[in-house]
């Protein structure tokens, strides 16, 4: 284990430590699903964590762009090392196998996040989303947690990032479902909130809340309107093509295994199945 991320769950462990005799026996399915339609190569791999301890369904996806390499290693580094203790978890450390395995951030030239719910019989792309969207409807969440990564648009200078518009360092949230919409702020400022106390961002801009009504497709908007649930995007900055270097990989995964735990310790006292309402 390297030096960033044995800091960063230690820093998780003091912060959002729970009881060890919460504990109980844990329970741990891995399945896969085929889009479909669509070839073996598609094929997408996920896993049901129970805790045995009533808690908050939550999910965690990564890996919707094939080129953001921070969240899909925090998810996978969660399967393997799982360590919450209350509640049920469904991860997606690969939601676009073939995008990651080509280091692209788009699927047969169609973006993932603009598909969302998605369409079994549409393009590549659509039937993907459709396949994450029933999985997840299965699970009946309390949450929904995407990990993803920005590209820079500027220097890293506090003096230019001052008014900047680009999603480094943010959690993005839709403003579109109002039934949610305050226990979505409020999750997403205690995780900044928690994130911004510790060395994870020392010399980088501060992480931000970002919230609109987001575009038509992307999975905080779709889920928090389809499942009724406060859904986020996490992005971390990654490193720009062009030449500019923002933050190490291991750095970017050790914010988002930190966001991930902020946003379920705001939601462990959440005791929901989540049923999808009716008129949603």
């Known amino acids: 284990m390297n030096k960033t991320l044995f800091m960063v769950i230690t820093a998780i462990f003091f912060t959002f430590a729970v009881a060890a005799n919460e504990r109980a026996e844990l329970i741990h399915i891995r399945h896969t699903v085929v889009p479909n339609g669509l070839c073996d190569k598609h094929k997408i791999s996920y896993h049901i964590f129970d805790t045995g301890v009533p808690g908050p369904g939550i999910v965690i996806i990564a890996g919707v762009h094939g080129n953001e390499p921070a969240g899909q290693r925090a998810a996978q580094h969660i399967v393997d090392n799982f360590d919450f203790t209350k509640g049920r978890f469904l991860i997606v450390p690969q939601s676009n196998p073939v995008a990651t395995v080509a280091n692209t951030r788009e699927v047969d030239g169609e973006n993932l996040n ?11 792309a659509q039937r993907i989303a459709a396949a994450i969207t029933e999985v997840i409807r299965s699970f009946s969440p309390c949450a929904i947690i995407d990990l993803h990564e920005a590209r820079l648009s500027r220097t890293n200078d506090a003096d230019s990032w001052a008014n900047s518009q680009d999603l480094v360092n943010t959690i993005v949230y839709s403003r579109l479902n109002e039934n949610i919409l305050d226990k979505t702020r409020e999750a997403v400022n205690f995780a900044i909130n928690a994130i911004n106390d510790t060395s994870l961002i020392d010399g980088q801009r501060p992480f931000r ?5 987001g575009s038509i497709g992307t999975s905080h908007r779709e889920f928090s309107v389809l499942f009724n649930v406060p859904s986020f995007i996490t992005e971390t900055g990654r490193q720009d093509p062009s030449g500019g270097i923002y933050n190490p990989l291991e750095i970017r995964e050790a914010q988002q295994l930190f966001l991930v735990h902020a946003l379920v310790r705001f939601f462990k006292d959440s005791h929901c199945s989540s049923p999808v309402p009716p008129n949603l």
Not at 209 to 213: M, V
Request: proline content about 12%; hydrophobic content about 20%.
């Open 114 to 124: 603009r598909m969302f719910p998605g369409n079994q019989t549409g393009n590549t």
């Open 209 to 213: 809340p970002l919230g609109g009504y």
